[in-house]
């Protein structure tokens, strides 16, 4: 097997169970996504790119319940990568790209990332805009308990991690709070185009959410 079938299938151990949207199926989206992107970035790192998109949730704080647990499995999955001979320097760059990619660590941080990590962060995002971008807040936000909808609780701008990763807002509120401002944050032009109709999406749904909510529908 190859280097990146080893770390496919080391991704799909560790994220078999996921039933919060970050699963396999959202990995081998964002693997297509990436391709895409590639395609026009002759420049980018092939290797360092699908390697990063494979591993990015591996060891995402959103999946454990503690530091502890997260920085265990950061360091089970790099030991994984050394025992199937991945270069240190390209292990390096794969855990720079995948700490510093997210949208909650970019809160309050300058972050300056690499072409291919900027690639790796333009795919991921434009999973998390669209039509299955709705279906995966609704998930998310029912596995962490959050309200659907509340009208009496407005949208709320996140200024850093914690507040951002605190449960009092509600999955609807998730769309004007993250969702809707990504297309304006990608990196890469072609990312930006095709982010133009998942945008419209969400908009055209959350204006049908709402009539329908209020019953003007």
Known sequence: MSQLELITKYMTTVLTK?????GTDHIMRVLALADKILANEPDADAFIVHAAVLLHDVYD????DSEADVIAAKNAMISFLLSIGVDPEKIEAIT???????????????THLTLN????????????????????????????NRVLYDPSIPPRIAKDKTTYRSN??????????????IKDKLNTDTARAIAIPRQQF????????KAEWSLEK
């Open 18 to 22: 996921d039933n919060t949207g970050h």
């Open 61 to 64: 704080d959103k999946l454990y």
């Open 96 to 110: 720079d790209i995948i700490d510093n990619m997210s949208w909650s660590h970019s809160l309050g941080n300058a």
């Open 117 to 144: 990590g900027q690639i790796v962060q333009d795919a991921d995002r434009l999973d998390a805009i669209g039509a299955i971008a709705v279906v995966r807040a609704i998930t998310y936000g029912a596995v962490k």
């Open 168 to 181: 009092d807002s509600t999955t609807i509120n998730h769309f004007y709070e993250k969702l809707l401002l």
């Open 202 to 209: 969400m908009l055209d749904f959350l204006s049908e959410f």
